[in-house]
C-alpha cells in the first residue's frame, strides 16, 4: 500500500508560479514511476509529468519548458514546479504512484489539489 497526501494548491494568477508537493507513506525510491496527472471540469484525467524510479522524467507537450517535476528521496516527497501558469492549466492536480508486483501493477492515487489561474 501506498498513501499519497498533495499539497502546495491554490489561486494565481496567470503568468505566476506554484510548487506541489506529494508526500508517500513509503521510500519512494522503490517506486517504480511517480506522476503528476491533472483533470479540468468536464475533461478526462491527463498525465503533467511522471519520473521513473531510474529518475528519467516525461512531460505533456502542453508543460514542457514551463513545469518542472522533481524528487527528494529523502523525504519520500516529490514536487511539480509549474511556472508562467495559464488559465488552462485550471484543474485539481492528482500525484500518481505505479508499483508493479509479480504478475500485476498496482495504482495508487492522492486526493488531488486544486490550482486556478485566473486573474
Known amino acids: 500500500q501506498v498513501q499519497l497526501l498533495e499539497s502546495g494548491g491554490g489561486l494565481v494568477q496567470p503568468g505566476g508560479s506554484l510548487r506541489l508537493s506529494c508526500v508517500a507513506s513509503?521510500?519512494?525510491?522503490?517506486?517504480?514511476?511517480m506522476g503528476w496527472y491533472r483533470q479540468a471540469p468536464g475533461k478526462q484525467r491527463e498525465l503533467v509529468a511522471r519520473i521513473a524510479s531510474g529518475g528519467s522524467i516525461n512531460y505533456a507537450d502542453s508543460v514542457k519548458g514551463r513545469f518542472t517535476m522533481s524528487r527528494d528521496n529523502s523525504k519520500n516527497t516529490v514536487y511539480l514546479q509549474m511556472n508562467r501558469l495559464k488559465p488552462e492549466d485550471t484543474a485539481v492536480y492528482y500525484c500518481?504512484?505505479?508499483?508493479?508486483?509479480?504478475?500485476?501493477?498496482?495504482?495508487?492515487w492522492g486526493q488531488g489539489t486544486q490550482v486556478t489561474v485566473s486573474s
Open positions: 513509503r521510500n519512494i525510491f522503490s517506486i517504480n514511476f
Open positions: 500518481n504512484a505505479d508499483v508493479l508486483r509479480v504478475g500485476r501493477w498496482d495504482n495508487y
